[in-house]
């Protein structure tokens, strides 16, 4: 096992002969043996660190992994029902040999999961069981999953231990480390939340390879987005997915690890390319845009007013837009949406403050930083330049 310690590791990408080739996009998700490879990257927060492995097959080794971090013998496992029925019963076997008593507890796929109704049903199942403090609560799938039964962790009483076991790529990369938990409102997303640390986070890449293949595109959004803020090298290193969900978990940790409550604006980076991606996102209706298609187009937007407000390379930009276009992502805004729809969902965003613009722009690839001298002239300037 090889530890990488927050920050961009070194050695993070392993030696091209330990995979095999899989005939998806030409992404390797599997090692040639099965006994090889762990990336571990370690969460380094004050009051709650945790790791993160990264590994192949991981799964079926999830019990004795979870078994390290408590003594306890029950456990909740929240998964879809998409997830479910491919993942559930090797995490259950495993945390079964492991010696958890396992409750599966499966919730509708899809973001309408992430609300308090489900929440509160999950609580409910769980109370009924018999779960107490005592319980370990493994999350199961997507981004969704892992933001609901966060936050049903953060919750129940008044806060139980949790393991993420993330099966999309947003989630690998992005949502199940950091300890941002919470469901939607109706009037709004995630306005309902607590931030909540997994005590351990375990990225199977070879779960992706199920992911139907726009969802798979999809995740590259944060990647490229990862990318551009901080590791433009990996633009160069996207055949190599284990090493690539590890890379960027490092990125994320990193962060993390400086700005856990995002008070110290280092976490507002992550929102590159996000206030005109989120305008995009709803002006559309959600469901016509998967949020990372909808976040392609605000990363093209975010660099084209890099290039003229920042100082970006015009040559660094269409670098981040080739790397969207090669994963199948959208660069192109059509007429239907209109910009005043785009706009006016911008303006109920966290990031627009009483009138004024937080935006996120980059000096060069690796160099981003939160500006507040942006007008929204020239956010419709550059929503406008996506149609052409
Ligand atoms: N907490 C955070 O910091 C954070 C960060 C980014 C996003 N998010 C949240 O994450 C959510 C989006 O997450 P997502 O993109 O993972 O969506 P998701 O959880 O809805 O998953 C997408 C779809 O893929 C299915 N799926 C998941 N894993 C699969 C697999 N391995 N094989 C086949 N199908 C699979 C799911 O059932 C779902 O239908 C949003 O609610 C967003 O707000 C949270
Ligand atoms: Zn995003």
């Known amino acids: 096992m090889r530890a990488i310690v927050a920050g961009i590791p070194a050695n993070a990408k392993p030696k091209i002969s330990d995979f095999r080739v899989r005939a998806r996009a030409g992404f390797r998700l599997y090692p040639r043996e099965k006994t090889s490879m762990t990336m571990t990257i370690s969460v380094a927060l004050e009051r709650s660190p945790y790791l993160v492995h990264v590994e192949p097959g991981i799964l079926d080794r999830c019990g004795e992994l979870v078994r390290k971090t408590t003594a306890t013998t029950r456990c909740a496992l929240v998964t879809d029902s998409n997830v479910g029925p491919l993942y559930a019963e090797r995490a259950r076997t495993s945390l079964e040999s492991a010696g958890f008593v396992v409750d599966v507890i499966t919730v509708p796929a899809g973001e309408s999961s992430k609300s308090m109704d489900e929440a509160a049903r999950v609580c409910d ?201 090669a994963c199948e992502l959208p660069l192109r805004l059509p007429d239907d949406i209109p910009t005043s729809d785009i706009l006016a969902a911008m303006r109920k965003d966290k990031k627009f403050h009483s009138g004024q613009i937080r935006f996120v722009l980059l000096r060069a690839l690796g160099d981003a930083f939160v500006t507040r001298d942006l007008h929204e002239d ?7 330049g996506l149609r052409a």
Request: with cysteine; proline share 4%.
């Open 125 to 325: 199942v769980m109370i009924e069981a018999g779960h107490d403090r005592s319980s370990v609560l493994v999350a199961l799938g997507g981004g969704v999953v892992g933001d609901l039964a966060g936050f049903v962790a953060a919750i129940y009483y008044r806060g139980i231990p949790y393991v993420q076991i993330p099966t999309t790529i947003v989630a690998q990369v992005d949502s199940s480390v950091g300890g941002k938990t919470g469901v939607n409102a109706p009037g709004g997303k995630n306005l309902l939340g607590a931030f909540h640390q997994p005590g351990l986070v375990l990225a199977d890449p070879e779960t992706l390879g199920s992911l139907p293949r726009r969802e798979f595109h999809e995740g590259f959004a944060e990647i490229i987005k990862h990318a551009a803020i901080r590791d433009p090298e990996m633009l160069d290193h996207f055949d190599d997915l284990p090493a690539l969900v590890a890379r960027n978990v490092a990125i994320k940790a990193a962060i993390v690890a400086v700005d856990e409550f995002e008070t110290k604006g280092l976490r507002a980076l992550l929102n590159f390319g996000h206030t005109i991606g989120h305008g995009i996102e709803a002006a559309a209706g959600y469901g016509r845009y998967l949020h990372g298609e909808a976040i392609s187009l605000g990363l093209a937007a975010a660099c084209r007013l890099s290039v003229k407000n920042a100082g970006l390379a015009p040559d660094d930009a269409l670098r981040i837009e080739q790397a969207l276009a």
């Open 378 to 384: 020239d956010l419709v300037a550059e929503i406008e």
